[in-house]
């Protein structure tokens, strides 16, 4: 499976952004997710959907990033809404084929994208 983000951007805070990716093969049944990576940092889930299509999110980003996908297309995104400055960082789309849950570990995930990057401004 190839992912491609696309979408990124530099935003003032309050902003809205949608992030996308393009998967090269089905995910549908995956658990597909967004994560983000500040810099010195590692990588945190920012926004998972399971195989059956159930979301969860972290506390740091519910009520404002929503993510959905569109299986006829093999398409993954993601809603920023209301961004802050602690939303900046590398925006990386992955997926996880060995089972449709979903976990916010990183080390659970199979297949990822090169990132996109998220730039929020005062």
């Known amino acids: 499976v190839r992912l491609t983000e696309s979408g990124g951007g530099s935003v003032q805070a309050g902003a809205s952004l949608r992030v996308s990716c393009k998967a090269s093969?089905?995910?549908?049944?995956?658990?597909m997710a967004w994560f983000r990576q500040r810099p010195g940092q590692g990588r945190e889930a920012v926004a998972t959907m399971d195989g059956p299509g159930s979301p969860d999110y972290p506390d740091s980003v519910k009520g404002r990033f929503t993510i959905s996908r569109d299986t006829v297309k093999s398409e993954l995104y993601l809603q920023m809404n209301n961004l802050t400055l602690e939303d900046s960082g590398m925006y990386y789309c992955?997926?996880?084929?060995?089972?449709?849950?979903?976990?916010?570990?990183?080390?659970?995930?199979?297949?990822w994208g090169q990132g996109t990057q998220v730039t929020v401004s005062p």
């Open positions: 992955a997926a996880k084929i060995t089972s449709p849950q979903c976990f916010f570990s990183a080390v659970s995930f199979n297949y």
């Open positions: 093969g089905y995910i549908y049944g995956y658990c």
